[in-house]
């Protein structure tokens, strides 16, 4: 009897204790929640607004010629600046700013954190400068991008100019902590249409030209801060 016990003994301890090397089954992990999964949310705010306005003009020889030049030279082109203000006006105006500023990935340009982005559509006209934030956000980290300006100038020459004027702010909370301004100037390759005219080639020169100017703002900006 007391053989039998020491054998059943022996036997529940080599059950009792798994071999090296033996496998195991392991117990499986919890699933993630859905909170648990779910990529936080950025903690940084970017603001963007296209210029609220936008302007063109025409200059011939006689602006070189003191006021009155400028003014006979002003005079002569009544007709021309009234057409190409409207279409530049129309071909740039805040929504079509704001389509193109919403495919220029500006965050990564500009090498700011990970931010959500606000195009505000309705554009903005700096007059004066105030250290305050423009929009009411009380975001700890947070950024505006203004397009401060856009013109179109044709003078003697060359056949037109696109001229964008553009600032970037980062704040740290109440504080603003860069401020940054400049502008781009490009020489456009194609005249604004005349009443009749396709306006398609221009429109897509002017929208191109106003991409690449913010585009090399935001390199410029990066570099410069570097």
């Not at 496998?23 to 929640?33: C, I």
């Not at 950024?143 to 004027?165: C, D, H, N, P, W």
């Amino acid at each position: 009897m007391r053989k039998l016990n020491t054998t059943v003994a022996l036997a529940l301890g080599a059950l009792a204790t798994a071999p090296a090397g033996a496998q195991t089954t392991a117990t499986p992990a919890p699933a993630p929640t859905a909170e648990a999964a779910a990529p936080m949310a950025p903690v940084c705010e970017l603001h963007i607004w296209p210029a609220a306005k936008v302007s063109a003009s025409t200059q011939g020889a006689g602006a070189s010629f003191g006021l009155i030049g400028v003014l006979i030279d002003s005079s002569a082109h009544a007709g021309q600046n009234k057409r190409d203000q409207a279409f530049i006006t129309a071909a740039l105006d805040t929504g079509a700013q704001a389509k193109a500023l919403r495919d220029i990935d500006l965050v990564a340009l500009l090498h700011l954190p990970p931010s959500t982005v606000i195009v505000h559509d309705q554009g903005i006209d700096l007059k004066t400068d105030d250290a305050k934030r423009i929009s009411d956000s009380t975001a700890q980290c947070y950024a505006e991008f203004v397009v401060r300006g856009l013109s179109y100038i044709k003078g003697m020459a060359y056949k037109g100019q696109m001229r964008t004027f553009l600032s970037i702010r980062k704040f740290d909370g109440a504080v603003v902590k860069t401020d940054f301004r400049d502008s781009k100037h490009d020489n456009l390759e194609v005249k604004l249409p005349k009443d009749g005219e396709d306006t398609g080639p221009a429109t897509d020169a002017l929208i191109s030209a106003f991409k690449f100017d913010v585009t090399f703002f935001a390199d410029k900006f990066s570099k410069k801060k570097a």
